[in-house]
């Protein structure tokens, strides 16, 4: 069972969107009910009629077609009746509707595969699948490696990112540069916008592959119908598939946000410290950090250490003991007196390095008035 607006398309009536059209208009019926848009049927068992004409999928044979489109040509069905240049469509004396594959601008040119195949039209045209067209790019000038580096990585354009490509160098002459470019998408204009923002404007474009089917000896103009080989060819992605996919997946590591434990994601620099989530323990239970401030709670319970004035509480020192002394100095409270640091007993004091014990007060003026030594 498949959509029928998808059935629509594979049987030659047009693309699933124009398909679309025909069900919302009333014009589709399966088994002489008519349906709405979302309506499944089976091709080989159900009734299909459009306009009140019922479509035989048994007998439709699939036909592949690659043409050379020469550059002044729209790559489209129908004429603009603004322009006035002529269509592919016109080029291909074959009856039926046609899909195009590897839809080229006015300017380009090289190859282009017509088919009524609508779903192997949408495997290949598709960017979520991810098959290759090889372009032959003529740019003025010289791009240097990192120009390169930056363009296989993919700019910003107006739609987004570019995706990653493979560019090899195939010929360089005093004004110009040919390139190699293999990319698994096409964004409108793509490699010119591209090679224009990078400062290296492209003087001819010519689209060489579809996946591994060449022009072979095609001319400007001409066409020729595919058989099995040429098929498996154009399904068939090129080698640089690999790179790509590799660099695209290196890139989508590099720009993934950094997560706390159990995968809450941590908030920008710039956001308020408020929405910022609790750390957590990486153990199994997920427990919480003990608290940092060194007080005891309002009921008079003591925290777990950090800071807390119970020693036992404490955790032993690195070398296993467990004698380990308060941190803070100061008086306990059975009248103890603390070690030195701002006692104003002399004597508690702990000698010079010297060995010297005599050793004056720190602050200027005693309770008698005598002032320090100057240091």
Request: charge should be positive; hydrophobic fraction near 25%.
């Given at each position: 069972?498949?959509r029928?607006?998808?059935?629509l398309?594979?049987a030659?009536l047009?693309s699933?969107?124009?398909?679309?059209?025909?069900?919302?208009?009333?014009?589709v019926?399966?088994?002489?009910?008519?349906?709405?848009?979302?309506?499944?049927?089976d091709?080989?068992?159900?009734?299909?009629?459009v306009?009140?004409?019922?479509?035989n999928?048994?007998k439709?044979?699939?036909?592949?077609?690659?043409?050379?489109?020469?550059?002044?040509?729209?790559?489209?069905?129908?004429?603009?009746?603004?322009?006035?240049?002529?269509?592919?469509?016109?080029?291909?004396?074959?009856?039926?509707?046609?899909?195009?594959?590897g839809r080229?601008?006015?300017?380009?040119?090289?190859?282009?595969?017509?088919?009524?195949?609508?779903e192997?039209?949408?495997q290949?045209a598709?960017p979520?699948?991810?098959?290759?067209?090889?372009?032959?790019?003529?740019?003025?000038g010289?791009?240097?490696?990192d120009?390169l580096t930056?363009?296989q990585?993919?700019?910003?354009?107006?739609?987004?990112?570019a995706?990653?490509?493979?560019?090899t160098?195939m010929?360089?002459?005093?004004?110009?540069?040919?390139?190699?470019?293999v990319?698994?998408?096409g964004?409108?204009?793509?490699?010119r916008?591209t090679?224009?923002?990078?400062?290296?404007?492209v003087?001819k474009?010519?689209?060489?592959?579809?996946?591994?089917?060449?022009?072979g000896?095609?001319k400007?103009?001409?066409?020729?119908?595919?058989?099995?080989?040429?098929i498996?060819?154009?399904?068939t992605p090129?080698?640089e598939?690999?790179?790509?996919?590799?660099?695209?997946?290196?890139l989508?590591?590099?720009r993934?946000?950094?997560?706390l434990?159990?995968?809450?994601?941590?908030p920008?620099?710039?956001?308020?410290?408020?929405d910022?989530?609790?750390?957590?323990?990486?153990?199994n239970?997920g427990?919480?950090r003990p608290?940092?401030?060194?007080s005891?709670?309002?009921?008079?319970?003591?925290?777990?250490?950090?800071?807390?004035?119970?020693?036992?509480s404490?955790?032993?020192?690195r070398?296993g003991?467990?004698?380990?002394?308060?941190?803070?100095?100061?008086?306990?409270?059975?009248?103890?007196?603390?070690?030195?640091?701002?006692?104003?007993?002399?004597?508690?004091?702990?000698?010079?390095?010297?060995?010297?014990?005599s050793?004056?007060?720190?602050?200027?003026?005693?309770s008698?008035?005598?002032?320090?030594?100057?240091?």
């Amino acid at each position: 069972m498949e959509r029928v607006q998808k059935i629509l398309s594979q049987a030659g009536l047009g693309s699933r969107r124009a398909c679309e059209a025909y069900i919302e208009q009333g014009r589709v019926r399966v088994n002489g009910k008519l349906i709405t848009l979302g309506a499944q049927a089976d091709p080989m068992k159900d009734d299909i009629e459009v306009d009140g004409e019922k479509l035989n999928f048994k007998k439709l044979k699939k036909r592949y077609f690659a043409f050379y489109k020469p550059a002044n040509v729209l790559s489209s069905n129908t004429p603009n009746h603004e322009d006035d240049r002529p269509v592919v469509r016109d080029m291909l004396p074959v009856e039926g509707h046609l899909f195009t594959i590897g839809r080229l601008d006015a300017d380009s040119e090289g190859l282009m595969v017509l088919t009524n195949d609508g779903e192997t039209t949408n495997q290949l045209a598709h960017p979520r699948y991810e098959h290759t067209k090889t372009y032959l790019a003529t740019v003025y000038g010289k791009p240097e490696r990192d120009v390169l580096t930056r363009w296989q990585d993919g700019i910003y354009l107006e739609e987004g990112r570019a995706a990653p490509c493979y560019i090899t160098i195939m010929e360089t002459t005093p004004e110009t540069t040919v390139l190699q470019i293999v990319m698994t998408e096409g964004k409108k204009r793509q490699i010119r916008r591209t090679a224009s923002a990078l400062g290296f404007p492209v003087k001819k474009l010519v689209r060489t592959h579809i996946g591994q089917l060449d022009l072979g000896r095609l001319k400007r103009g001409e066409w020729m119908e595919m058989g099995a080989l040429e098929i498996e060819a154009m399904k068939t992605p090129a080698p640089e598939l690999v790179y790509i996919k590799n660099r695209k997946k290196s890139l989508r590591d590099i720009r993934k946000p950094k997560t706390l434990v159990g995968g809450v994601r941590s908030p920008r620099k710039s956001g308020d410290s408020s929405d910022r989530p609790k750390r957590r323990y990486d153990d199994n239970n997920g427990s919480e950090r003990p608290p940092y401030r060194k007080s005891a709670d309002s009921d008079g319970e003591k925290r777990p250490y950090r800071g807390s004035g119970d020693r036992d509480s404490r955790p032993p020192r690195r070398d296993g003991d467990d004698s380990r002394p308060p941190r803070r100095y100061g008086a306990s409270g059975d009248g103890e007196k603390r070690p030195y640091r701002g006692s104003g007993d002399r004597d508690s004091r702990p000698p010079r390095r010297d060995g010297d014990d005599s050793r004056p007060p720190r602050r200027y003026g005693d309770s008698d008035g005598e002032k320090r030594p100057y240091r």
